[in-house]
Structure formats: C-alpha cells, structure tokens
C-alpha cells in the first residue's frame, strides 16, 4: 500500500490523438444509450446520473490496456491484472454526475483492481465535470494536475479509492472508463 500513498494516481497527458478520441466518441455515440446505474444494490439510487453505452472493440481494450499496465508498473503498484472488464463510454451533460464511490467489490467477480478514465472531449467544450480522487483513507481529495482534463489523458488509479465526476454544469463531457 505504500506506493498507493506515495502515488495514488498516475497519468498520460495527451496520449490519445484528438481524431482518434472523436472517433471513439462517434464509435459510443453509435451505440446504444443507456441511463448510467451502478452494480451494488447498497447505494443510494440518486448516485449517479448520465449515459452509457459499452464498447467492446478489441483495439479500444487493447489501448487501455497498455496504459493501465506502464502505469501499474511505474507508479510501483504491481498489481497482478488477470481479468479485463469492459469498457464504458460515459456521456455527462448538464447537472450529470457520479457521486463518491469506489470502483471494486469484493462480493463482485472479478475483483477490480485498477480503474482508467479517458478525457475523450476537450476541456473547453464543457465546465465541472471534474475528476476528484480521495486520498488512501478517503478523507481528503488529492490535490490533482490540471492536465488531467486535457483531451487524450488517459488517468489510471486503484480502483480502492474513492473517487467522484463532479456535475457538468455547461456542455457535455464524454469519456471512457474501465
């Protein structure tokens, strides 16, 4: 865990070219639109508001992949990835949101370990939307790199901590989770 704490998240700015991000932005819009929900019954029903749709490409995965994998490496973390769950694509418009919540179960299988967001849109063509993490402990958000919201960032953290989507308050915000 002490490499959680000495870096709790690990980012790539810009990875992703902005044609190659409109196109995965045109690959999820194609598919079907679904009002976001979360996986345990626990939670309050008011969680989470937005759209997605799951992409299943192969390319888009293997993409992923390989970020989550340098950056499990790099940040020190190490963690074994033996399974791979499928990917959201996210659409936030006005007042959407995902409140604090953490991305693994362990009465789930399989037990996620590692969580990736992908800033598909620009920064510019949407206000709040923002990704918070909290630290370890979950009592105080990390202080985050502005760079994160860029178009093409790919931001990898464990899936234990506990992270939020601030609402969109202007335009819409798409991006890919996993």
């Not at 000495?6 to 810009?14: E, G, H, L, Q, T």
């Amino acid at each position: 865990m002490r490499s959680v704490i000495k870096c709790p998240y690990y980012y790539f700015d810009s990875v992703i070219p902005d044609q190659m991000c409109d196109l995965i932005v045109e690959l999820g819009q194609s598919k079907q639109q679904n009002i976001a929900g979360i996986n345990t019954e626990n939670e309050k029903d008011d969680m989470r508001q937005g759209h997605v749709a799951w992409i299943h490409e192969e390319w888009v995965q293997e993409l992923i992949e390989i970020y989550a994998k340098k950056a499990s490496e790099d940040a020190k973390w190490h963690f074994n990835i033996d399974s791979k769950e499928h990917i959201q694509f996210a659409t936030y418009k006005n007042n959407d949101y995902y409140d604090y919540h953490r991305d693994c179960d362990q009465n789930l299988e399989p037990y996620r370990k590692i969580s990736v967001s992908v800033q598909l849109s620009d920064p510019n063509d949407y206000e709040g939307g923002d990704l918070k993490i909290k630290h370890l402990w979950g009592k105080m958000d990390l202080p985050m790199d502005l760079r994160i919201k860029n178009k093409g960032t790919i931001i990898v953290f464990p899936s234990v901590l506990l992270h939020t989507v601030t609402p969109v308050t202007k335009g819409i915000r798409h991006s890919l989770v996993q």
